[in-house]
């Protein structure tokens, strides 16, 4: 960025004359209608007020975090108090508001060129064209856009936009830690900012060519392309434009590999990559800034920021750095290989390692890759208490299933293969994400929708729910697996056997398995389903069964149903909902959960009618 020379009067330069504004020699202070020309412009539109803008900016994402914070607060408040005891039938006035505004929100388009690209529910693309509105209004609002001549000084247009665009990078690197001061205010998880982080990149990256594209313009109409290359090609001058062009390049690479389409073909590149881009893009800022005015805060606030991120995971989240645990002390993992490349971890935690149903860690297994670290669902439940009966602190025993893909997954199951059952150090980061919400004291049913792997973010539900024989308000149950192979089932088979010979649990559970490799047509909502009451399974009386269904035996006691072909969700939805508060989970791959939003927007119509209290959905990424 380029700040205008503070002129002076008389300016000390022996060649004044009283040349006229139009006479091509008049290009300097030495001519005193260029003086008099360039101070009315810059009392027209001071350089230091340019920055305003990037206040305002900055000032509008603060509120955003502001109000999700209390909407945040409100809500636990409600969760802890006003729920106790509290049953209403009918939804109230402000329930059927909400109603609407998750009509809107839950859906999306249903495009697979967008989820290509990675749309994200009505909701959040709203929220995000809004900051796109704002921020074009901040871009375009001002006017000029241009200085009648480049020695007056910069064009307003770019000073401001530079200005917008270093605001963005702070809240860039809080919206993409794993551990960031947005999710501790907010409660919402890294992997749901993601979106954000990769839109404001977008938003910065744009405000960076409008920052450019003026410098190269007035450069060319001062003095034509020999101008533009004095200015961009080479440091003549004391002009900082060319300095604009590293940075500009590396945030170009960094937009362009976080593609959906590039970022999961190759993530384990990509990830390094992005790190590596980030610190070289960061460094290039602080060059090319020269802490003109304010310039240098964004960037000192940014390395705050990710300087305790960074410190978090690594004293907090990190176990074995962990400040409460014994230092660099790894735990002990079991790896046992799995039907359809699936791979089951088991991981004795550090004592008193709490975590919530659904979560997940990122682990690292030292022996077989040092260097890569990968997020896993916990698939076990959590356990009541973290202390035992003599206030010991107990150590947990937590399930992992990881599908065998490219990469560190590829490189954990050949050496499961390879020395299978044997005992490997890992290291444990988290937990992070989940729903932090009781949902199993707030709400009558609760219907949890899985596909493929998705099953490890229900499963932990599933048990820990069917576990807690008091205090919870659920007492209906569904789980819907949509699978691709039967054998499938076998990855959480001893979980669900547990589940499902529990005597003491009040919920009634009701299961539907459909095996989707067999046929690809859709079947209709009303098969037969298995059904669990405490004491066993029975089959459903009075629905006929006019699917064909795959055998599976199953030790006494114990009988499971798969139905061949894709499932409508939008049935399976609209069947699993009662009376009362319905609160919906999903996990699996994106066509899936997209099908599931709007099975849930279409059904918010049940609550604006009065027939359903409530309907809330929350869907857990399956990659990001």
Not at 37 to 61: C, G, K
Not at 247 to 275: K, N, Q, T, V
Not at 353 to 360: N, Y
Not at 549 to 555: A, G, I, T, V
Request: hydrophobic share 45%; charged share 15%; aromatic share 12%.
């Amino acid at each position: 960025m380029d700040v205008p020379m503070v002129a002076e009067w008389p300016p000390l330069v022996p060649s004044m004359t009283d040349l006229p504004i139009t006479d091509p020699s008049c290009l300097n202070e030495s001519c005193a209608a260029f003086y008099a020309t360039l101070n009315a412009s810059q009392s027209a539109i001071p350089y230091d007020t340019l920055r305003n803008r990037a206040h305002w900016m900055a000032w509008y994402s603060v509120a955003v975090i502001g109000v999700l914070a209390l909407v945040r607060g409100n809500t636990l408040c409600n969760d802890r108090f006003g729920a106790r005891g509290y049953r209403q039938s009918r939804p109230s006035f402000p329930g059927k508001v909400v109603a609407i505004v998750r009509y809107v929100a839950y859906s999306r388009i249903e495009s697979t060129s967008l989820n290509w690209l990675g749309f994200p529910l009505n909701g959040m693309l709203i929220f995000l064209l809004s900051l796109v509105i704002f921020v074009s209004a901040l871009t375009f609002g001002v006017r000029p856009y241009y200085r009648e001549h480049y020695g007056y000084g910069p064009p307003p247009l770019a000073i401001q936009t530079g200005f917008m665009s270093l605001a963005c990078v702070p809240f860039l690197i809080a919206l993409a830690g794993k551990a960031n001061i947005i999710t501790l205010l907010t409660g919402i998880s890294h992997e749901r900012l993601n979106i954000i982080h990769r839109f404001v990149a977008w938003i910065s990256f744009a405000l960076a060519w409008c920052h450019t594209i003026p410098f190269f313009w007035i450069s060319y109409t001062d003095g034509g392309f020999e101008n533009v290359k004095v200015r961009f090609l080479m440091r003549a001058g004391g002009t900082t434009e060319w300095g604009g062009i590293p940075p500009l390049i590396a945030m170009f690479l960094l937009c362009i590999l976080s593609l959906p389409m590039i970022r999961h073909r190759i993530y384990e590149s990509f990830y390094y990559s992005h790190i590596i881009l980030a610190i070289i893009y960061l460094g290039l800022l602080f060059w090319h800034a020269g802490d003109v005015l304010d310039s240098w805060t964004y960037l000192w606030a940014t390395l705050a920021l990710w300087l305790c991120s960074w410190i978090a995971r690594a004293l907090w989240f990190t176990q074995p750095t962990n400040i409460k645990n014994k230092c660099l002390v790894s735990s002990s993992a079991t790896l046992t290989q799995l039907p359809g490349q699936m791979i089951r971890i088991e991981i004795l935690a550090p004592r008193g390692f709490g975590f919530s149903s659904a979560q997940h860690c990122f682990l690292r297994f030292p022996s077989i890759s040092c260097l890569d670290n990968h997020p896993f669902t916990i698939t076990s439940a959590p356990i009541p208490s973290t202390r035992d009966f003599y206030g010991r602190k107990y150590q947990q025993n937590l399930v992992f299933l990881a599908r065998s893909h490219q990469g560190f997954t590829k490189k954990v199951a050949n050496y499961c293969a390879a020395q299978p059952d044997r005992e490997v150090s890992a290291w444990i980061e988290g937990p992070y994400g989940g729903v932090h919400r009781p949902i199993e004291r707030l709400y009558d049913t609760i219907i949890l929708v899985a596909g493929g792997t998705g099953i490890t973010a229900c499963l932990p539900w599933l048990e820990y729910i069917t576990s807690k024989a008091e205090k919870i308000r659920c007492r209906h149950l569904v789980l819907i697996w949509v699978m691709k192979e039967q054998n499938h089932v076998k990855w959480v088979e001893p979980m669900l056997e547990m589940v499902f010979t529990r005597s003491r649990s009040p919920v009634l559970v009701r299961t539907r398995f459909f095996v989707t490799s067999n046929t690809a047509a859709i079947l209709p909502a009303q098969i037969a389903e298995d059904k669990f009451e405490g004491d066993g399974f029975a089959e459903k009386m009075g629905v006929e069964d006019k699917a064909a269904h795959l055998s599976d035996p199953r030790p006494a006691g114990l009988s499971m149903r798969f139905t061949p072909g894709r499932p409508s969700i939008s049935a399976l939805v609209e069947e699993g909902i009662a009376e009362g508060k319905t609160f919906v989970f999903g996990c699996g791959p994106e066509s899936l959960r997209s099908d599931l939003a709007n099975a849930c927007s279409k059904a918010q119509k049940r609550v604006m009618k009065g027939e359903v209290h409530e309907l809330a959905l929350h869907l857990e990424a399956f990659g990001w």
